[in-house]
Nanobody, 124 residues
Framework: QVQLVESGGGAVQAGGSLTLSCTSTGRTFSNYGMGWFRQAPGKEREFVAAISWSGGSTWYADYVKGRFTISRDNAKNTVYLQMNSLNPEDTADYYC?????????????????WGQGTQVTVSS
């Protein structure tokens, strides 16, 4: 089993920045690809960013590319999502997830474990 706990969410004004963290306990963190997804009120959950087990490969949704950066520290069992130039459309609950096989990093169905989420609210 893998337990994931997100932190770092909060309220910020448009143009601001936040850094989300997701810490893993349980199985070896470095065995898993990691991803961030988000779900806005009334909308389906969508892919945001993913990173390979080594950190050598990353993937981003078009709507966050150039603004968000995913990274990981395997020594700390933690994955990060640095979010810059936030806008109100980024308001959502953000979830991290762990993917053992990592065959389709952008696909929700590929992920094996999920955190409980952390809320991000961006005001205009």
């Amino acid at each position: 089993q893998v337990q994931l706990v997100e932190s770092g969410g909060g309220a910020v004004q448009a143009g601001g920045s936040l850094t989300l963290s997701c810490t893993s306990t349980g199985r070896t963190f470095s065995n898993y690809g990691m991803g961030w997804f988000r779900q806005a009120p009334g909308k389906e959950r969508e892919f945001v960013a993913a990173i390979s087990w080594s950190g050598g490969s990353t993937w981003y949704a078009d709507y966050v590319k150039g603004r968000f950066t995913i990274s990981r520290d395997n020594a700390k069992n933690t994955v990060y999502l640095q979010m810059n130039s936030l806008n109100p459309e980024d308001t959502a609950d953000y979830y991290c997830a762990a993917d053992f096989l990592a065959l389709s990093p952008t696909a929700q169905g590929d992920y094996d474990y999920w955190g409980q989420g952390t809320q991000v609210t961006v005001s205009s």
